[in-house]
């Protein structure tokens, strides 16, 4: 019985991989991509969950393969111009080798971009294409290293991308190898921009010698903002605890003293109590500059019984718009009727960064603006609206619209809680949704106009965009 059931398991993964090559037929990409413009903003996608959403399609890097997804047809294509190409080596425009081997895929101004890993000379290489793949040429290279000690290495793996303005933004993983056990190895973010023409490496933060977490907070055609983050002390090692336990200096502390595994009891407590800092900078795309915005320490967040939840700077960056950040602060308490602890309070503002200056919009009681744009680092749709919702009684929720250039409010519809209707990309008339359970994301497209009046009986069933857990 066991040995039939590894016959059906490995029926079943030649049959996947059968699919995937030939997902684009003998004569490849038979669809055109739509064009951005200059002025886009666009998101590239990753090999785990991010898309990169256009016009008529979806580009996708999946099974190590560069895909494109479209909409009318519902088909994946390999992105791949060679006729009768099996899409499984290095003559294949769409194919890729390694683990993590290619992120940021995107379409910009009638281009596609990606990074690829370059297993023959260790670099990350930023790749400039054809729509259909063809004419690849190495835009820029970032020497990865070879995680010898005592060096820095770029670590290739899924990070955030931006296209815009001419550049992309993206974040290096780097990692610090020790030279010995007197060292600690580093792992550390930073942010960094790239002239899609020239190649021209802009390092937007440094290479900092310690651990640090970088994320892009929002974007636009203008402007980006980067929130970074870490300890403001480095935990004891192992060994330098140990030293320092033997010495007597914890007996003062008698849960780490007395203790079953006294390293995991300090390192329980120093977690709690050893403060974060953040930084929020401002990188300016038009002039090529970055600028610190704020810094401090992350405040600690606890639930109703007292118990660390969070760390939180004053405030968090949700989006961009024109030239002000939507900025927002919430406050947390046990939701009665749902027994959870959640958002409870939600004020929205307005955040002109250049003055400091901010201007409150919407203050939700007893509900939250929800992230509905088709950005990561981004929460405004339809050009100059914010979605958002308040809770009703029986598990229900009014849902709403906020013009950011009126100051509308408007209801939308009314439905269950927790935003069953999750946007994640955009077209000029149609949102991409999905509606999620134990099992998977179910994907969806809808006209913009039936979203509104809350008519998701009208939507369009986009089952090969379906993401399994």
Not at 63 to 89: E, G, P, W
Not at 302 to 325: R, T
Not at 379 to 395: A, E, G
Not at 440 to 449: D, F, L, N, P
Request: glycine letters at 8%.
């Amino acid at each position: 019985m066991k040995n039939g059931r590894k016959k059906l398991s490995l029926l079943v993964v030649v049959i996947f991989v059968i699919s995937i090559l030939c997902s684009c037929g003998n004569e490849g990409l038979s669809v055109e991509i739509t064009e951005t413009g200059a002025d886009a903003v666009v998101q590239g996608a990753d090999d785990m969950d991010k898309a990169s959403v256009g016009e008529n399609g979806v580009l996708r890097l999946k099974s190590n393969h560069l895909m494109y997804f479209d909409y009318q047809s519902q088909k994946d294509y390999v992105i791949c111009t060679r006729a009768n190409c099996k899409h499984n080596d290095k003559s294949c425009s769409g194919w890729y080798g390694t683990y993590h081997g290619a992120n940021g895929l995107a379409e910009y101004c009638g281009k596609l971009y990606c990074f690829l890993y370059n297993e023959d000379k260790h670099t990350l290489d930023l790749v400039r294409m054809e729509r259909d793949g063809s004419k690849r040429k190495v835009v820029s290279e970032i020497k990865c290293g070879d995680n010898s000690p005592g060096s820095w290495s770029v670590y290739p793996s899924f990070n955030e991308t931006y296209y815009t303005k001419g550049k992309v933004i993206t974040i290096l993983n780097w990692i610090y190898t020790s030279k010995d056990e007197s060292e600690k190895d580093i792992n550390t973010n930073q942010c960094i921009a790239i002239d899609l023409e020239s190649g021209h490496i802009t390092e937007i933060t440094e290479r900092e010698d310690k651990d640090v977490l970088c994320h892009i907070d929002a974007i636009s055609e203008d402007h980006c903002i980067i929130n970074l983050s870490g300890v403001t002390e480095e935990p004891l090692s192992d060994k330098e605890f140990y030293k320092k336990f033997e010495a007597g200096e914890f007996d003062n502390n008698k849960e780490i003293k007395n203790a079953e595994k006294p390293y995991e009891a300090y390192f329980e407590e120093y977690s709690y109590e050893t403060p974060w800092w953040y930084r929020f900078v401002l990188f300016d795309l038009n002039k090529n500059e970055s600028t610190l915005l704020k810094e401090g320490n992350l405040e600690k967040a606890v639930n109703e019984d007292g118990e660390y939840h969070a760390d939180f700077p004053p405030f968090l960056i949700s989006g961009m718009y024109k030239d002000y950040a939507i900025i927002e602060t919430v406050e947390e308490s046990l939701i009665e009727d749902e027994g959870v602890f959640g958002v409870s309070k939600n004020r929205i503002y307005k955040w002109d960064f250049v003055n400091d200056k901010k201007e409150l919009i919407l203050d939700i009681d007893n509900g939250y603006g929800f992230d509905a744009g088709g950005l990561d680092a981004g929460v405004v749709v339809d050009k100059n609206l914010l979605l958002f919702l308040r809770r009703k009684p029986d598990m229900k929720a009014d849902y709403y619209s906020y013009n950011l250039d009126t100051g509308e409010e408007k209801k939308l519809y009314e439905d269950k809680r927790n935003v069953p209707y999750r946007i994640i990309g955009e077209t000029s008339d149609r949102f991409l949704y999905y509606t999620c359970d134990d099992v998977k994301k179910s994907m969806y497209m809808i006209e913009k106009a039936d979203y509104y009046k809350g008519n998701f009986d009208k939507s369009i069933r986009m089952k090969g965009l379906d993401e399994k857990f």
